[in-house]
């Protein structure tokens, strides 16, 4: 019997998870994935927003800000890659500077600060590359970015230090409630709890209207992205977007947290919000739409191209709480699409209050301090690299040549609380295999680690779980089937 269960592993459940184990309780994160921020969590632009593009009154707006203002010292405690770069949202024509005087007034109702309209001459002298023909733009000092993967991951590792427990590849299949106790069904089997909290993305309607008198509709929309290398500069040093649209806030231009450039994303509604290829159309259109802000845009340094998918709310508002008309301590917070990320420390914060304060959840007696994400080796000076490698020999034997990772590194991410178990699983946590290459280098050596820590054969590691696997047999196996053809 576990007090809280919380369904869903991305950046708003790792972060609920966080704050609960600050609590004396027996919590359960639950994923059908076979990691954390395997959704929309390892898919976005990874912009902490400011606030000013939600509408005044919103759960969206209010968490926006909100959390938007704690992002500083939580990647700080957590150790995670975070850069208050900065924004401009450009305008091309009188109508675009309306709709971008509207954001400055929506954006200060919202409490966003320092936010103020700018001309052609100050765009183009604080950011040189931009469109010549830009007429206007909104100028967002308080924006940045970070990476939200490993905001992701921090928060997860932070919780299961204090007691989390997580538990993956078990989609939730029913839930329903009997004697004040929440059971939820998975293919391993049924679990139970006090309470249970619906933070499931894309998949998180179907479970709210398993127990709601007020059904609600996510709609998967997928957004496409392509990444630079980071050996190429990026040419902006802000997050350069244009002129939001219905759709949400449109192409952008942005340095990642790591230095790459970052192009996106497309904005397309889709039926199923696991579908996340990469398409001929998409990318096209996002790369019509940069050419508006950078007009020498190329593809000669893209490395790779992805897409993920957020869960848009028919509603177009956050949906946070008690679930209505369900039985006593069902909780949820679905409906997180952008501006998801920055939101998620604030609704975590509240949420989690308010979840303990209905079932009296005791404080605990100590809480563990979070654990800081390493100085990656390939940040250190040469001074801190000859120290390590002293240290720990591990450090001399790069695994990556691309983003210049050791093996101690990628030893570590297996062995930390809820360690790797896949190649992507490495990847997110180490960088290996983000770079040029894209893991053709590293991969096999990546995969005889995992192979030695998790004490298992080369045919069972898998890229990102499921039926992902990296090999289809031995040599002997093959030879043998091909004798048993001829």
Same mark, same amino acid.
């Given at each position: 019997?576990?007090?809280?269960?919380?369904?869903?592993?991305?950046?708003?459940?790792?972060?609920?998870?966080?704050?609960?184990?600050?609590?004396?309780?027996?919590?359960?994160?639950?994923?059908?994935?076979?990691?954390?921020?395997?959704?929309?969590?390892?898919?976005?632009? /990874?912009?902490?927003?400011?606030?000013?593009?939600?509408?005044?009154?919103?759960?969206?707006?209010?968490?926006?800000?909100?959390?938007?203002?704690? *992002?500083?010292?939580?990647?700080?405690?957590?150790?995670?890659? *975070?850069?208050?770069?900065?924004?401009?949202?450009?305008?091309?024509?009188?109508?675009?500077?309306?709709?971008?005087?509207?954001?400055?007034?929506?954006?200060?109702?919202?409490?966003v600060q320092e936010l103020r309209v700018i001309e052609r001459d100050e765009i183009l002298a604080l950011e040189p590359n931009t469109n010549p023909d830009v007429l206007c733009a909104l100028l967002v000092p308080t924006s940045a970015v970070v990476s939200p993967y490993e905001m992701t991951l921090a928060l997860s590792y932070h919780a299961a230090q204090n007691g989390a427990e997580f538990i993956f590849d078990s989609p939730v299949e029913k839930i329903s409630e009997s004697a004040g106790v929440w059971h939820?069904?998975?293919?391993?089997?049924?679990?139970?709890?006090?309470?249970?909290?619906?933070?499931?993305?894309?998949?998180?309607?179907?479970?709210?209207?398993?127990?709601?008198?007020?059904?609600?509709?996510?709609?998967?929309?997928?957004? $496409? *992205?392509?990444?630079?290398?980071?050996?190429?500069?990026?040419?902006?040093?802000?997050?350069?977007?244009?002129?939001? /649209?219905?759709?949400?806030?449109?192409?952008?231009?942005?340095?990642?947290?790591?230095?790459?450039?970052?192009? %996106?994303?497309?904005?397309?509604?889709?039926?199923?919000?696991?579908?996340?290829?990469?398409?001929?159309?998409?990318?096209?259109?996002?790369?019509?739409?940069?050419?508006?802000?950078?007009?020498?845009?190329?593809?000669?340094?893209?490395?790779?191209?992805?897409?993920?998918?957020?869960?848009?709310?028919?509603?177009?508002?956050?949906?946070?709480?008690?679930?209505? %008309?369900?039985?006593?301590?069902?909780?949820?917070?679905?409906?997180?699409?952008?501006?998801?990320?920055?939101?998620?420390?604030?609704?975590?914060? $509240?949420l989690g209050e308010l979840v303990a304060e209905r079932l009296k959840l005791p404080g605990a007696r100590f809480v563990r301090p979070a654990v800081p994400l390493l100085k990656p080796f390939a940040a250190m000076t040469e001074e801190e690299r000859a120290a390590a490698c002293k240290r720990n020999p591990e450090y001399g034997r790069i695994v990556c040549r691309c983003e210049v990772i050791p093996e101690a590194e990628i030893r570590d991410a297996i062995r930390r609380p809820v360690g790797a178990r896949s190649?992507?699983?490495?990847?997110?946590?180490?960088?290996?295999?983000?770079?040029?290459?894209?893991?053709?280098?590293?991969?096999?050596?990546?995969? $005889?680690?995992?192979? $030695?820590?998790?004490?298992?054969?080369?045919?069972?590691?898998?890229?990102?779980?499921?039926?992902?696997?990296?090999?289809?047999?031995?040599?002997?196996?093959?030879?043998?089937?091909?004798?048993?053809?001829?």
């Amino acid at each position: 019997m576990y007090d809280v269960i919380i369904i869903g592993a991305g950046v708003v459940g790792c972060a609920l998870a966080r704050k609960l184990s600050q609590y004396d309780a027996k919590i359960a994160v639950l994923d059908a994935a076979e990691d954390v921020a395997d959704g929309a969590s390892k898919a976005n632009s /990874g912009i902490v927003h400011a606030g000013f593009d939600a509408k005044p009154g919103t759960k969206k707006a209010y968490y926006n800000v909100k959390g938007a203002a704690m *992002y500083a010292s939580l990647a700080r405690e957590l150790g995670v890659p *975070y850069n208050p770069i900065g924004a401009l949202v450009i305008g091309f024509t009188e109508e675009d500077r309306e709709t971008l005087n509207k954001l400055l007034r929506q954006g200060i109702q919202n409490g966003v600060q320092e936010l103020r309209v700018i001309e052609r001459d100050e765009i183009l002298a604080l950011e040189p590359n931009t469109n010549p023909d830009v007429l206007c733009a909104l100028l967002v000092p308080t924006s940045a970015v970070v990476s939200p993967y490993e905001m992701t991951l921090a928060l997860s590792y932070h919780a299961a230090q204090n007691g989390a427990e997580f538990i993956f590849d078990s989609p939730v299949e029913k839930i329903s409630e009997s004697a004040g106790v929440w059971h939820v069904s998975t293919p391993k089997g049924t679990l139970e709890a006090r309470a249970i909290v619906n933070c499931a993305g894309v998949g998180a309607a179907e479970l709210h209207n398993q127990i709601s008198d007020e059904p609600v509709k996510i709609i998967p929309r997928r957004g $496409e *992205y392509y990444l630079l290398d980071s050996t190429v500069k990026c040419p902006f040093s802000r997050t350069m977007f244009q002129v939001p /649209g219905k759709m949400g806030k449109g192409v952008l231009i942005s340095p990642t947290a790591h230095g790459n450039a970052l192009l %996106g994303p497309s904005a397309e509604d889709i039926a199923d919000g696991t579908d996340t290829r990469t398409t001929r159309f998409g990318l096209d259109f996002v790369l019509d739409k940069c050419r508006l802000t950078w007009p020498k845009v190329t593809t000669r340094s893209v490395i790779t191209t992805f897409s993920g998918v957020r869960a848009h709310p028919a509603t177009d508002d956050f949906i946070i709480g008690p679930v209505h %008309g369900a039985p006593d301590n069902a909780f949820e917070a679905i409906g997180i699409e952008s501006p998801g990320l920055s939101a998620a420390p604030a609704i975590a914060e $509240e949420l989690g209050e308010l979840v303990a304060e209905r079932l009296k959840l005791p404080g605990a007696r100590f809480v563990r301090p979070a654990v800081p994400l390493l100085k990656p080796f390939a940040a250190m000076t040469e001074e801190e690299r000859a120290a390590a490698c002293k240290r720990n020999p591990e450090y001399g034997r790069i695994v990556c040549r691309c983003e210049v990772i050791p093996e101690a590194e990628i030893r570590d991410a297996i062995r930390r609380p809820v360690g790797a178990r896949s190649i992507d699983g490495v990847k997110r946590r180490t960088r290996a295999g983000m770079g040029r290459c894209q893991g053709g280098f590293c991969s096999p050596r990546v995969m $005889e680690i995992l192979c $030695e820590e998790l004490h298992c054969s080369p045919l069972e590691i898998t890229k990102c779980g499921g039926e992902s696997k990296l090999l289809a047999g031995t040599l002997n196996e093959i030879a043998k089937e091909a004798r048993g053809h001829a």
